[in-house]
C-alpha cells in the first residue's frame, strides 16, 4: 500500500509513484526507442498487447516521466556539423550548477553530465568546422570564471542503441 507522499493528483486521477515499470513496459519502451513515430496500433502489436493496454500504458509512461520527450535520430553531417568532440571540464566544486546552465547554452551543445573523476563535467559539442569548436571552447567556455581547465576529445565515430 503506497504512503500518501507516493500518491499524486494527476490531470483529475489519483495515479500511484511508487508502480515500477514492468517487462511490458520495458517493452513499449523499446518499440519507440527504435521508432518513435510507431502508432498506437503498431505499438499495441510489437509489445505484444492489446491497443487500449499500449494506450493506457503509454499514457502513464509519460505521465510518470519514465518517457520524457520524443525526438529523432539526426544525420548530423547532412546538417553540416562534420566535427564531434568531447570537452572534459574541470571546475570550481560551488558552481556546478551555474556551469550546467552555462554550458548548455553553448552553441553546438548537445549534451551536459555531471561526472565522477578527475573532470567535474563531460560536454558534447557539435560544430561545423574548426574554427567554431575553438570559439566555443577557448573563447567562451574557458573564459567562464568557475571553469579551470579543459580537454578535448575528438569522436572519430559513433554508434547509439
Not at 494527476?10 to 518513435?36: N, P
Not at 518517457?67 to 539526426?74: A, L, W
Not at 573532470?119 to 557539435?126: A, Q, T
Request: charged share 25%; proline share 2%; hydrophobic share 45%.
Amino acid at each position: 500500500m503506497p504512503n500518501l507522499m507516493q500518491i499524486i493528483y494527476c490531470s483529475g486521477m489519483v495515479r500511484d509513484k511508487s508502480r515500477e515499470v514492468d517487462a511490458i513496459d520495458a517493452r513499449i519502451v523499446d518499440v519507440l526507442r527504435q521508432d518513435a513515430r510507431v502508432s498506437v496500433s503498431e505499438l499495441a502489436q510489437r509489445a505484444s498487447v492489446s491497443r487500449a493496454n499500449a494506450y493506457q500504458r503509454l499514457s502513464r509512461l509519460t505521465a510518470d516521466g519514465v518517457i520524457r520527450r520524443f525526438t529523432v535520430e539526426v544525420d548530423h553531417r547532412a546538417l553540416g556539423h562534420t566535427i564531434t568532440a568531447l570537452i572534459l571540464v574541470d571546475i570550481d566544486q560551488h558552481a556546478w550548477r551555474a556551469v550546467e546552465n552555462e554550458v548548455m547554452a553553448l552553441p553546438g551543445v548537445e549534451y551536459v553530465a555531471l561526472t565522477t573523476g578527475a573532470f567535474d563535467v563531460v560536454v558534447l559539442v557539435r560544430a561545423p568546422d574548426m574554427e567554431t569548436l575553438r570559439d566555443v571552447v577557448l573563447e567562451r567556455l574557458q573564459s567562464m570564471p568557475a571553469v579551470r581547465s579543459t580537454q578535448t576529445s575528438f569522436v572519430l565515430e559513433e554508434r547509439a542503441s
